[in-house]
Each structure stands twice: as structure tokens, then as C-alpha cells.
């Protein structure tokens, strides 16, 4: 691959969805704000992108601006992702890399009330999918399979024992004989991501979630500032892509109201989520994060869940320990089918956030942001918390020594 097909030409096409989502949501407002993205060279607008004529219009575009990326702000990346990968990625000298950003079941329809603020969150979801492909190496990986690292791997075979698809086989390292190592079937591999988080020495990740991709997410969720003078949270929903994110786009579909303070990163399957992103994301001011796997019995890979519920067990006690509480961090079960329940979930944790105030690492945050001011509200809080403290006001470590709260 030369130098320049390395450079990312993002192009973005937003989908008015024949009105379903241009009532809601100002297009216009998002085609002026995803102009200034990193490395987007087109953003347009189209009728129904789906259609014949809109699959024919974004493939001039693609020739035309020499794109090597593709963002879609349309609906559920469930209903047509699969199908924009065939057509635009593969139809194509160099295959290229497609994603979509759901503006339609999870942002139109879920703030059809509201229509000001559903124009604030698709720039946001639309901005944390461009990031996310601004992360990604090439153009070439555009997929959703496990990768592997050989010189981490071992051959110890954990992966193989948490794998359902019987996707993956200890073999002998063409390159070193002697070693043994995990290989993966990219044709049965269903991107489940149990593989990964099973992996102790670290050597696998997902092509299309690498851990880069969703920091990205995460820093462009933060990097878009705080309110100056009132409290509006910031909040971040993982959902699974077999369940929750189902269940969330059924929510849009009966058109049940959702707040409009949270963000969602899709993710493969909860087993996938590592610490490093939740400690990221509160060290970058998010005030919450819930984590949505699916329930009991609907969950595919249940045998990996398990491992990380005792994450977020040992993550709310490490927040607590760092003053941070143990209510930013939640989580919850769900059937693919209950939209109900998945409102009710993530009404209730993000009122349970704004009862609870701002993470307290905001005021870092607005004083390198250079906000000017902190809001007269927060800062009390914070002086008062911080007065409260004594000079023998310490923990024990996990070595027996005292550690200053």
C-alpha cells in the first residue's frame, strides 16, 4: 500500500430517510458541523441512500473525492450496514471501509419532542463515527473479525475454549515451528468478541473495534466541552450488538422518549469491554457510564459475561477509593425484545447521574479546556467536599500503608 492511499479521505452521506429523520433533525446543522470533521473531504445529503438512486449517487461521490472511507448518518447499522459494505466497499478498486451512525432509531425518534437537542447528539454520534474511522490503520480494515498478535500468542488455548463458533484452532506457527499458536477462521468468526477479553496475554482484538477506535469514541464524546453554567450530564451506553442494540432500536420504532444527555458505543458483545475505556472515559469528566448486555438466556456468550460483571464489581470499588462513588458505573441485563425496559434502564441511571452531580475530575477538565469559569453550583460542591477533609483523612492501601484520599 503506497503513502497515499494510507491518508484517510473520509466522505459522509446523511440520509433524510424520505423525512423520518430530517423532522427531527436539522441536516443542514449536521452537514456544516461534519464538514470541519479530521479528513472528511464530501459531506452530502440524500433522500434515501438506500434506493437505487442513492446507492448510484454516493458511488459518483466515492470516485469523485477519491474516498477511501465511508460514514453513513441514516438508520440502524443493523438493518443496512451489511448491505452498504457490499455495495460501496466492495465496488471498488480498493475496498473500503463503511460504518453508519444511527440518527434515525436512536436519536430521531427517540427525541422527536425534542428536536434541537436530537440535532446536538447526531452531531455528536456522527462525530464519534468518523473518529472511529479516522482510528482505523487502512482502508483494508474495514472487517469485524478477531486479530491476531503471533508474538503475544502462546498456544495456551483459552481462546479455543470460550469460542461457540468453533472458530478458532491451536496450530503450529508457520514461522516457528516450534511454537504453537491461536489461528482464526475469518469465515465462521461472528465478531462476538468472548476471544479477546479471554485472551491473558493480550495478543487478540476485533478489526472494526480495536482498542484505538474506541478510545477514539471516547475522547470525541469529551473533547466536545462542557456546559459553562449548568449541570447537563454526560453519559455513555455500551450496548451489545446481539441484544441491547436491538432492543435500543426497537425504542426508536415505538417511538418511546428517551433523555437526550447519553451517547451509545456499539460494541460486538459486553464481553469485549476492557477497564482501560471505562477508566478513560470518567478520567476524561464522563459523570456515567452503563453497560447494557443482554439477559439470561437471550446472551450468546453468557460464559464471557460472567468475567465481566466481576469487572464492573472491581471498577465501582476502585472508583469509590478514588472518590469518584460506586453510582457511575452500572450495569444492567435486557432482552433483544424489551424496548421498555431499555427506556426504563436508561432513564432511571441518567437521573440517577444529575441527582448525583458532576464527576468531579470536571473541574480539571474545564480549568485545560480554558472554560473561564466553573459553574458557581459545582464549585461550592467541590470546595465544600474538599474543606470536609482532614489531615487523617486516609485509606489503607493494598499494602497496608496509608494512601491520602
Not at 37 to 63: F, H, P, T, Y
Not at 291 to 302: D, F, I, T
Not at 375 to 393: F, G, H, K
Amino acid at each position: 500500500m503506497t503513502e497515499e492511499t494510507n491518508i484517510a479521505r473520509i466522505g459522509i452521506f446523511l440520509c433524510k430517510c424520505s423525512g423520518c429523520i430530517a423532522r427531527t433533525i436539522d441536516l443542514q446543522n449536521v452537514l456544516e458541523f461534519a464538514s470541519s470533521l479530521k479528513n472528511v473531504v464530501s459531506v452530502q445529503i440524500g433522500e434515501a441512500l438506500c434506493s437505487d438512486e442513492g446507492i448510484d449517487e454516493m458511488r459518483k461521490a466515492i470516485g469523485l473525492y477519491s474516498m477511501n472511507k465511508i460514514v453513513l448518518g441514516a438508520c440502524s447499522p443493523l438493518l443496512y450496514l451489511s448491505k452498504f459494505k457490499t455495495v460501496l466497499g466492495n465496488g471498488s478498486p480498493a475496498k473500503i471501509a463503511v460504518d453508519m451512525a444511527n440518527l434515525r432509531e436512536q436519536c430521531s425518534m427517540v427525541h422527536s419532542k425534542l428536536p434541537r437537542m436530537a440535532t446536538v447528539k447526531a452531531c455528536d454520534q456522527l462525530a464519534m463515527i468518523v473518529a472511529k474511522a479516522n482510528a482505523l490503520g487502512s482502508s483494508e480494515e474495514g472487517g469485524s473479525v478477531a486479530l491476531l498478535e503471533p508474538c503475544l500468542c502462546d498456544g495456551c488455548g483459552v481462546c479455543r475454549t470460550v469460542c461457540r463458533t468453533n472458530s478458532v484452532q491451536i496450530v503450529s506457527d508457520p514461522d516457528r515451528r516450534w511454537k504453537r499458536i491461536a489461528q482464526v477462521n475469518l469465515e465462521t468468526c461472528n465478531d462476538c468478541g468472548a476471544c479477546v477479553v479471554a485472551c491473558p496475554n493480550g495478543a487478540k482484538d476485533l478489526i472494526s473495534h480495536l482498542d484505538a477506535q474506541v478510545m477514539a469514541q471516547i475522547d470525541s464524546i469529551s473533547s466536545r466541552g462542557f456546559a459553562r453554567d449548568i449541570f447537563a450530564p454526560k453519559v455513555i451506553v455500551f450496548t451489545c450488538n446481539w441484544c441491547t442494540y436491538f432492543s435500543a432500536d426497537l425504542a426508536g420504532i415505538m417511538r418511546l422518549e428517551l433523555p437526550t444527555e447519553f451517547r451509545s458505543i456499539r460494541v460486538p458483545c459486553c464481553a469485549e469491554i476492557e477497564p482501560e475505556w471505562i477508566i478513560k472515559a470518567f478520567a476524561r469528566g464522563i459523570d456515567g457510564i452503563l453497560v447494557m448486555s443482554g439477559s439470561r438466556g437471550s446472551c450468546r456468550h453468557e460464559n464471557a459475561i460472567g468475567r465481566v460483571r466481576k469487572r464492573i464489581a472491581l471498577l465501582n470499588a476502585m472508583l469509590a477509593g478514588l472518590r469518584l462513588g460506586d453510582k457511575r458505573l452500572k450495569m444492567c441485563w435486557i432482552t433483544p425484545q424489551d424496548a421498555e425496559e431499555y427506556r426504563r434502564e436508561v432513564t432511571e441511571f441518567t437521573n440517577s447521574i444529575v441527582a448525583i452531580g458532576p464527576n468531579p475530575i470536571r473541574l480539571k477538565v474545564w480549568e485545560i479546556e480554558g472554560v473561564g469559569r466553573v459553574p458557581e453550583m459545582v464549585r461550592r460542591e467541590l470546595e465544600s467536599d474538599q474543606a470536609s477533609e482532614s489531615d487523617e483523612d486516609v485509606l489503607q492501601d493494598e499494602w497496608g500503608g496509608p494512601t491520602r484520599v
